[in-house]
């Protein structure tokens, strides 16, 4: 089973902040919280990963609350070109690196 | 950049056919995946492979194998491909702690 619960879909307004939830409340001390994002037809794309803090690429933030149980994704100012499946994964940083992925949350941004 | 290609795009195969599935990574990767995914069940592992000539089964091994000769090759093999293996199949590769990296896909119709 995954590690990770995302709602299945979200809206948002182009040019607005697309704020994307993950819980993952069992996650263990080594492992990292990963989001990818997967436009139609194409391999998923790495978008940014955490532990504790929170990180900021040019892509995204990635919010981790202090529990860790749970996590959001931030786009700032979202575009239709983001209009894409976001997973949020839980992996560990040794052993075999393996991905559970869950369904992720569809998000659609609405011109 | 780092790049994951894939043998084929789309692939019409037969019922009881062999099928090869080839993935190249050109970064040098220690670690190569297969994932395969299907419409409301999001990606799922099938096998993976964390260095040459060595493969742990995934969460659906079943009706598959795999083959890695050389390091930067990874092939996924049906052996006799059945309609229930029609799907999109997923290679990815790492490094290890950092982001996998995904190939565009292979879109499998079994008929």
């Known amino acids: 089973d995954a590690k990770t619960t995302q709602p299945p879909s979200m809206d948002c307004a182009e040019g607005r902040a697309a704020n994307l939830p993950c819980n993952h409340s069992?996650?263990?001390?080594?492992?990292?919280v990963y989001w990818y994002r997967q436009i139609h037809s194409q391999g998923p794309q790495y978008i940014i990963h955490?532990?504790?803090n929170n990180e900021t690429n040019e892509m995204a933030s990635l919010i981790i609350t202090e529990d860790r149980k749970s996590s959001t994704l931030i786009l700032p100012h979202a575009t239709l070109r983001d209009t894409a499946v976001y997973y949020c994964?839980?992996?560990?940083?040794?052993?075999?690196?393996?991905?559970?992925f869950g369904t992720g949350t569809r998000l659609k941004v609405l011109a | 950049d780092v790049k994951v290609t894939q043998s084929s795009r789309y692939l019409v195969k037969r019922t009881g056919e062999k099928v090869f599935l080839e993935c190249v990574q050109d970064?040098?990767?220690?670690?190569m995946f297969w994932y395969r995914q299907d419409p409301g069940l999001g990606l799922r592992l099938i096998y993976f492979?964390?260095?040459?000539?060595?493969?742990e089964k995934g969460d659906i091994p079943e009706g598959y194998s795999v083959s890695r000769e050389k390091k930067e090759r990874f092939s996924l093999i049906l052996e006799s491909a059945s309609t229930n293996q029609t799907s999109m199949y997923l290679c990815?590769?790492?490094?290890?702690?950092?982001?996998?990296?995904f190939g565009p896909g292979t879109r499998l119709t079994v008929t």
């Open positions: 990815a590769s790492t490094s290890g702690f950092y982001e996998q990296y």
């Open positions: 069992t996650i263990s001390g080594n492992e990292y």
């Open positions: 955490g532990l504790k």
């Open positions: 994964i839980v992996s560990s940083t040794s052993g075999t690196y393996k991905y559970i």
């Open positions: 970064m040098d990767h220690e670690n």
């Open positions: 492979s964390y260095d040459v000539k060595m493969k």
